[in-house]
């Protein structure tokens, strides 16, 4: 089955829980292991990236061991061009649609699809949205972060990645965000497209998460939570929360 097709699948039974590990802040064999205890805590994909510090070398060992421990989908959550992996399942061609530089745009996707394409890696396109702070996404995608609050700038950007024929929109606050996207902007980007929304960045909590869904989030990623051990029990919690939702 396509990645693209479990989404579709998954999201109509319920919200789906997605785990997000950066292959720099650990060693591949421990990025395995992180993901075997969230696949046992009820994740339902996996997906691998970061902002800085993705190498070809480090991406490739971290998506192998991903998948020697874990048989969920593995999906590549790109920073640019520069490392491409054959064995994830699928990658998220996503435009950055509020970065000031184009690359971000397009510039590193017309570098990149060639080598999708030849790789015959699925390609998952996705409008990404990055809200304030922003963190380190928001500094190296040097974005034009929609203020928090501003909803019909984030309306816009949520009705263009629907035009634009996009299958996902991402709603982003960063990673490590004190403070995730607000409930009333995911709400605003629900009721103006009918796409499916991820949505990310400094959610932490049970509660956050279920907020984010019961707001209109069908897919929510938690990624700074499983950085420092002893998540299990708490990932588990966030996971049921969403699929209650």
């Given at each position: 089955m396509?990645?693209?097709?479990?989404i579709?699948e998954t999201?109509g039974?319920?919200?789906?829980?997605?785990?997000?590990?950066?292959p720099?802040?650990?060693?591949?064999?421990?990025s395995?292991e992180i993901a075997?205890?969230?696949c046992r805590?009820?994740?339902?994909?996996?997906?691998?990236?970061g902002?800085?510090?993705?190498?070809?070398?480090n991406?490739?060992?971290?998506?192998?061991?991903?998948?020697?421990?874990c048989?969920?989908?593995v999906?590549?959550?790109?920073?640019?061009?520069?490392?491409?992996?054959?064995g994830?399942?699928?990658?998220?061609?996503?435009?950055f649609?509020?970065?000031?530089?184009?690359?971000n745009?397009?510039g590193e996707h017309?570098?990149?699809?060639?080598i999708?394409?030849?790789l015959?890696?699925?390609?998952?396109?996705?409008?990404y949205?990055?809200?304030e702070?922003g963190?380190?996404?928001?500094?190296?995608?040097?974005?034009?972060?929609?203020?928090?609050g501003?909803?019909?700038?984030?309306?816009?950007y949520a009705i263009?990645?629907e035009f634009?024929?996009m299958?996902?929109l991402?709603?982003?606050?960063?990673?490590?965000a004190?403070?995730?996207?607000?409930?009333?902007?995911?709400?605003a980007?629900?009721?103006?497209v009918?796409?499916?929304?991820?949505?990310?960045?400094?959610i932490?909590?049970a509660?956050?998460a279920?907020?984010a869904?019961a707001?209109?989030?069908?897919?929510?990623?938690?990624?700074?939570?499983?950085?420092?051990?002893g998540f299990?029990?708490?990932?588990?919690?966030?996971v049921e929360?969403?699929?209650?939702s």
């Amino acid at each position: 089955m396509r990645v693209r097709d479990y989404i579709t699948e998954t999201i109509g039974k319920h919200k789906m829980h997605m785990t997000l590990i950066d292959p720099a802040k650990q060693d591949p064999e421990v990025s395995g292991e992180i993901a075997e205890k969230a696949c046992r805590a009820g994740t339902d994909a996996i997906m691998v990236g970061g902002s800085t510090g993705v190498t070809q070398e480090n991406l490739d060992a971290t998506v192998a061991a991903i998948k020697s421990k874990c048989k969920l989908p593995v999906i590549y959550f790109p920073s640019g061009a520069n490392a491409i992996s054959r064995g994830c399942d699928a990658i998220y061609f996503m435009s950055f649609l509020n970065s000031r530089n184009v690359r971000n745009i397009t510039g590193e996707h017309a570098k990149g699809a060639p080598i999708i394409k030849k790789l015959g890696i699925e390609p998952i396109s996705m409008g990404y949205v990055v809200i304030e702070p922003g963190m380190k996404v928001g500094e190296v995608g040097e974005a034009e972060l929609v203020r928090r609050g501003d909803l019909r700038t984030l309306v816009g950007y949520a009705i263009t990645t629907e035009f634009f024929g996009m299958d996902l929109l991402y709603l982003e606050a960063g990673s490590g965000a004190p403070e995730p996207v607000p409930a009333d902007m995911i709400q605003a980007a629900r009721e103006s497209v009918e796409i499916p929304i991820v949505v990310g960045g400094g959610i932490v909590t049970a509660e956050q998460a279920g907020r984010a869904a019961a707001a209109g989030g069908d897919i929510i990623v938690t990624g700074t939570l499983i950085e420092n051990g002893g998540f299990e029990q708490r990932l588990r919690e966030i996971v049921e929360t969403v699929h209650r939702s």
